[in-house]
């Protein structure tokens, strides 16, 4: 019985990690933002929707979707950023949309980001004196 070439296996073994890679996760970029955490733009202002874990973000323009984002989980880890080894490797987090970026009460660490996550979400993927970080998020 023939065995199939080594190169059509890795071909296919490549074109499918491309399929699942560009059906889930999409890649951007993430700010920070420290307290107060006052709710705004999500849940009529209840306080009690932000997890007690404080894994928590604000969606950018991109992801906001008019208000559907609220209360949507997105698997976030951090892939590069401007200085060497800001990310924490192999690290890769939840969080709940609480909120939207532009109307925050606390402001991001950067503008129009995709997302902006907590003190707490960002210092769990990267270096916390980081700013900004690329990322790749995916809706859980
Ligand atoms: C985090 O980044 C700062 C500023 O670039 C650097 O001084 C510090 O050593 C970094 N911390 C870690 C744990 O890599």
Redesign the pocket.
């Known amino acids: 019985m023939p065995t199939p070439s080594l190169s059509f296996i890795s071909r296919c073994l490549l074109l499918s990690a491309l399929f699942i890679h560009s059906s889930y996760a999409d890649v951007g970029t993430a700010a920070q933002y420290g307290p107060p955490f006052l709710p705004t733009a999500c849940f009529g202002g209840d306080a009690s929707e932000f997890p007690s874990s404080n894994m928590f973000g604000a969606a950018g323009e991109g992801i906001w979707d008019n208000g559907a984002a609220c209360g949507r989980l997105y698997e976030v880890r951090c892939i590069s950023a401007a200085?060497p080894?800001?990310c924490i490797a192999g690290q890769t987090i939840q969080i709940k949309i609480v909120d939207r970026a532009v109307s925050s009460r606390s402001r991001p660490s950067s503008d129009a980001t995709s997302m902006v996550l907590s003190t707490t979400a960002f210092r769990a993927i990267a270096?916390s004196?980081?700013s900004l970080i690329n990322i790749e998020f995916q809706q859980v």
Request: no cysteine; proline share 0%.
């Open positions: 200085a080894r800001t270096n004196s980081a």
